[in-house]
């Protein structure tokens, strides 16, 4: 795992050489070298890991995504603000399945972090909002909802949402309880 200033190091490198090539007549190979570094500049923004792990996730292969995402040892040193985001939040969604205070935690500090898609910080809202609700912090998730389809512009959450909120209107209405049973099995438990 190469640490994201080595990576700048290399770009800049090969940027030097480039011109170095520019300057020898040589146009191709400096053109060449130019794309080469962005490939460096391009993996400083967005980490190589984070990267397949979102391509395992997508296949739900979890196992294969914790796998790549366990490559890197140090998120603060190897990854810029916004993907040290996505890195918490991508731990979120696979700890979701097993721990939910553990995911709490995670989505939590993707969210302090920054993530740089709208819909992935809905989602990341709705997780939280969902984590409040079965913790019975009804407002709370409440909260996290509305503010999750703001963010949701595009619709692509509509329908979790829309469920969660059928869920969150079911678990409201209380239970009624009248004064008689209704089955006349239950009234003659009850003389006795």
Known sequence: MYNKIIKLIIAFGIIAFAIYQFIEGNIGNGIMYILLSGIFIFLYFKNEFILLAFLRLRKQDFEGAKKWLNKIKN??????????????????????????????????????LGLSMDHDLAMAKLNLAGIAFSKRRKQEAQLLLKEAEKLDKRNILADQIKMFKQQMKKAAIPKQHYGQPTSSRQNRRSRR
């Open 75 to 112: 998120p603060s040193a190897a990854l810029v603000k916004k993907q040290q985001g996505y890195y918490n939040y991508l731990h979120g969604i696979m700890v979701s399945q097993d721990n939910m205070n553990e995911a709490e935690k995670y989505f939590k500090n993707a969210i302090s």
